[in-house]
C-alpha cells in the first residue's frame, strides 16, 4: 500500500454545458476552482480546455493560446499545483492536443490507452447519443507518447476496460514508454467497466510490477463505495465535477470542493495521510 494517498480534481471536464451546471470555463473560474480544490486536498488539476467565446463554454478547445491561459492563471493562483492535460480525441485529427502539450510542458497528460465503443441507452431504449467509438490505436498513442517525451510529460494511462489494462503492459514491453507506469482505472461509462470495488484485485493483479494506480469513477452515489475501496486498496484518488456531481448521501454539489473533501475523508480513514504537491512529485517521479 502507498502510504500516502495523491488526490486529482477533475476539474471541469470535456462537454458539460456551463449553462445547465457550474463547471469553470474561463481561466479565471479555473483558477478560483482549482484554489477550493488545492485547499481541500487535491495536488493534481486534470483539466479540459473550452472555447472562450460567448455561449460557447460547452464546446472543447485545443487553441495552444487557451490552453496556455488557462494554466498561466491556475499556477498563479496555486504554483505548486501539478496539471494533468486531458488529451481525449475522437477521430484522426488530434494534432490540437499535441500541440497544447507542447505549449504548456504539463508535468502529466492522460494517455488514453485503448479504443472503446462509446455507447449508453436512455431508459425508453433509443440511444443517449449516436453510437460512436472513442479510438485510440497504437500509433495515435503512439505520437501522444512521443510528444510526451519531448516535453518531460508524464503519460498517466486511461484503461477504460479490463483488455486495456494488459495493452499498457504490452506498451511498455515494446518500448513505446520506458518509465514508472501510472494506470487510471476508469469505472463507470456504462460501455466499458463498471463501477464495482470486486473488479479492483482483478486490474490490481494485471498491473505491470511496481506501478502506481488510481480511479476514476463516473456516476453518482453508487460510484463512493468503490472510492472507499481504492483507498483501503492503496490506490490514488480522482474526482471532480468532470466525473460526478453528487455526494455520497445524493446531495448535489456546484463545486468541487466537497468531491475532494470527501476524498480525502476516505484517504484518512484508511489510515493514509493525504499527500501534498511536493509529495505526489516525488511519489510519481514528475520533474517539476
Not at 472503446?116 to 472513442?134: E, I, Q, R, T
Not at 512521443?146 to 489494462?165: H, L, N, S, W
Not at 468503490?226 to 486498496?233: K, Q
Request: proline share 7%.
Amino acid at each position: 500500500m502507498s502510504e500516502k494517498a495523491i488526490i486529482t480534481c477533475s476539474i471541469t471536464g470535456a462537454l458539460t454545458d456551463p449553462v445547465q451546471h457550474s463547471v469553470p470555463v474561463t481561466p479565471e473560474q479555473l483558477a478560483a476552482e482549482a484554489r477550493i480544490a488545492h485547499d481541500a486536498g487535491a495536488s493534481i488539476i486534470h483539466i479540459h480546455f473550452r472555447n472562450q467565446e460567448p455561449g460557447k463554454g460547452h464546446v472543447p478547445s485545443w487553441d495552444p493560446k487557451v490552453a496556455k491561459d488557462c494554466i498561466d492563471a491556475i499556477l498563479a493562483e496555486c504554483p505548486d499545483l501539478i496539471i494533468n492535460q486531458s488529451t481525449g480525441v475522437v477521430g484522426p485529427k488530434y494534432q490540437g492536443a499535441l500541440d497544447c502539450i507542447r505549449a504548456i510542458k504539463p508535468e502529466m497528460a492522460a494517455c488514453n490507452a485503448g479504443s472503446l465503443n462509446y455507447l449508453k441507452v436512455k431508459a425508453d431504449g433509443s440511444w443517449a447519443w449516436p453510437p460512436m467509438m472513442f479510438d485510440n490505436d497504437p500509433a495515435k498513442i503512439s505520437d501522444f507518447l512521443a510528444v510526451m517525451a519531448e516535453t518531460r510529460t508524464k503519460p498517466e494511462f486511461e484503461c477504460f476496460d479490463v483488455g486495456i489494462v494488459r495493452c499498457v503492459g504490452m506498451y511498455s514491453k515494446v518500448g513505446m514508454y520506458k518509465g514508472p507506469l501510472e494506470y487510471n482505472f476508469v469505472m463507470g461509462v456504462e460501455s466499458g467497466m463498471p463501477a464495482d470495488a470486486d473488479l479492483l484485485p482483478i486490474l490490481i493483479k494485471l498491473m505491470l510490477p511496481d506501478a502506481s494506480w488510481q480511479t476514476t469513477l463516473i456516476g453518482r452515489t453508487e460510484i463512493w463505495p468503490v472510492h472507499r475501496r481504492t483507498a483501503e486498496l492503496g490506490g490514488h484518488l480522482r474526482s471532480g465535477l468532470e466525473d460526478t456531481f453528487y455526494l455520497p448521501d445524493g446531495k448535489k454539489v456546484r463545486s468541487n470542493g466537497p468531491l475532494i473533501e470527501q476524498l480525502a475523508t476516505y484517504a484518512r480513514e484508511a489510515g493514509r495521510e493525504v499527500a501534498s504537491p511536493a509529495e505526489a512529485r516525488a511519489m510519481l517521479h514528475l520533474r517539476h
